[in-house]
């Protein structure tokens, strides 16, 4: 779930091995396959130029699009499986609620909230918080044992909404997950 970069590379990689759904709150907007980090930093660059100098805002990168293509993304929009459907109303037991009252089953979640992460969805589990975090051992939940909460800065994993520590928070979140389906 999420309209940006983490969610389409991840649902990129998850569809290589599992049957998967992505929702967001608005399509996602995908770049053009040419666009590379070089291009998004030039854009960026004339955008801070130009507000420098009293210039009408462009809208920068935010202008372009929200999700870079790069090879894993083009590869599932290639595969027919990068295609966005409207967020869920609201978590059921065994998955999702569509607005039209329908329900999705689904054995994962994945939640991808970008910068601005609300764990709002959640309040209806009841997790035991601290200072309105959840309280996790790693990033499992220690109210909730299928939920997994990765990227949420140093609570869920040592730097882990950075690059770097998000890679080795993920990879020791996949270890306890695989040993948790293999019991």
């Not at 569509?98 to 009841?126: A, E, K, M, N, Q």
Request: charged fraction near 20%.
């Amino acid at each position: 779930m999420g309209g940006g970069n983490s969610a389409a590379q991840i649902l990129a990689e998850v569809s290589t091995v599992a049957e998967t759904t992505w929702a967001t709150l608005r399509a996602p907007r995908l770049l053009p396959d040419e666009v590379d980090g070089r291009v998004l930093f030039d854009v960026a660059s004339r955008r801070q130029a130009a507000l420098a100098a009293g210039r009408s805002d462009n809208g920068g990168v935010a202008a372009l699009g929200d999700i870079v293509m790069v090879p894993s993304v083009r590869a599932a929009r290639d595969r027919g499986v990068l295609v966005a459907r409207p967020m869920f109303t609201r978590l059921v037991a065994d998955g999702v609620e569509w607005p039209d009252s329908t329900v999705g089953t689904f054995d994962s979640i994945i939640w991808c909230t970008g910068f601005r992460p609300d764990l709002g969805h959640l309040t209806p589990l009841g997790l035991s918080t601290v200072d309105g975090v959840p309280m996790t051992v790693g990033t499992r939940s220690v109210d909730e044992p299928r939920l997994h909460l990765l990227g949420y800065g140093d609570w869920t994993g040592t730097a882990s909404a950075t690059i770097i520590g998000a890679a080795r928070t993920a990879k020791a979140s996949v270890a306890e997950l695989v040993d948790h389906l293999a019991d």
